[in-house]
Each structure stands twice: as C-alpha cells, then as structure tokens.
Nanobody, 126 residues
Framework: QVQLVESGGGLVQPGGSLRLSCAAS????????MAWFRQVPGKEREFAAA???????KYSDSVKGRFTITRDVAKNTVYLQMNSLKTGDTGVYYC????????????????????WGQGTQVTVSS
C-alpha cells in the first residue's frame, strides 16, 4: 500500500500559476510511476500528466507546454507546476500511483493506477 496526500490547490486568476504537491508514504517511492488526473462534476476523470520511475514525463495535449511534472526522490513527493492557467483547468486534481516494473514508461489510463489521493481543488477564475 501507498498513501498519497495532495496539497497546493486554490483559487487563481487566468494566466496565473500554482504548484501542486503529492507526498507519498508507506512504500518505496521509486517503485511507483506517478500521475496527476483532474475531474470536474459530471465528467470523467481526465489525464493531465505522468512521470515514470526514472523521471520521464508524459502530458495530455491540453496541458503540454504549460504544466511540468517532476518527482523528488529525497522528499517522496511529486509536483505539478501549472503555468498560464485557463478557466478550463478548473477541477479537482488527483495524484495517483502505479506499481510498475517498467522504469521507463508510464500509463495515462486511470484504471491502471490503483492508488489515489483525496484530491485538491483548483479554481481558475477572474
């Protein structure tokens, strides 16, 4: 088991920035590929970004060039730096972990991630 706790959400104006954090505990952090998904009411959870066990990143087209996912092994934490935020980025952001034998790749499919945090709200509004 791994426990995930997100933080860093809030209210920001369009064009602004936020950094989300996800602290992991319970198992060896480097055993997991990590990802961020987001969800708005009435819609399915949507992939935003993911990072492999060795730090390779993957992004959805909607956030590519604006968001950056990184992982800090010393702090057992994954970050999502979000810049140039748009109103369409509003939603609950969830951190997820995938117990992966592959150190190079990472999935973007939510059903392949068994571990989830409680979510943190991001609201982009003027």
């Amino acid at each position: 088991q791994v426990q995930l706790v997100e933080s860093g959400g809030g209210l920001v104006q369009p064009g602004g920035s936020l950094r989300l954090s996800c602290a992991a505990s319970g198992r060896t952090f480097t055993d997991f590929a990590m990802a961020w998904f987001r969800q708005v009411p009435g819609k399915e959870r949507e992939f935003a970004a993911a990072v492999s066990r060795i730090g390779g990143a993957k992004y959805s087209d909607s956030v590519k060039g604006r968001f950056t996912i990184t992982r800090d092994v010393a702090k057992n934490t994954v970050y999502l730096q979000m810049n140039s935020l748009k109103t369409g980025d509003t939603g609950v952001y969830y951190c997820a972990a995938q117990d992966s034998a592959d150190i190079f790749s990472v999935s973007s499919r939510s059903h392949e991630f068994p571990y989830w945090g409680q979510g943190t709200q991001v609201t982009v509004s003027s």
